[in-house]
């Protein structure tokens, strides 16, 4: 059974960081692209990061370049999603979510949710004072 868990979610100052994790578990990380998605209240699910499973390219959305790093450990079969210097616009719960499909370029992927079949339950991310 496929299954990603995300941990690593809490409350932070602005500034601070935060490391999320997203375990997978029913198959192996590697072969699978893996995004990184966030949804604040009232908004739709935005794609942040992914990773692509050909050469572990990686890929960013213009709001978090520089500041967010994504990565992957396969002996852990964990992806990471580093977050730095962290603003208030940053707060949403952030999924996980894997693909494997080699029909698109890694910034369709980015910002296809749809594309994505398997998904984690979410960690919360707040950003504040």
């Known amino acids: 059974q496929v299954r990603l868990v995300e941990s690593g979610g809490g409350l932070v100052q602005p500034g601070g960081s935060l490391r999320l994790s997203c375990a997978a578990s029913g198959f192996t990380v590697d072969y699978y692209g893996i995004g990184w998605f966030r949804q604040a209240p009232g908004k739709e699910r935005e794609g942040v990061s992914c990773i692509s499973n050909e050469d572990d390219s990686t890929y960013y959305v213009d709001s978090v370049k520089g500041r967010f790093t994504i990565s992957r450990d396969n002996a852990k079969n964990t992806v990471y999603l580093q977050m730095n210097s962290l603003k208030p616009e940053d707060t949403a719960v952030y999924y996980c979510?894997?693909?494997?499909?080699?029909?698109?370029?890694?910034?369709?992927?980015?910002?296809?949710?749809?594309?994505?079949?398997?998904w984690g339950q979410g960690t919360q991310v707040t950003v504040s004072s």
């Open positions: 979510a894997a693909v494997v499909d080699g029909r698109y370029t890694w910034d369709v992927y980015l910002r296809s949710p749809d594309l994505y079949h398997a």
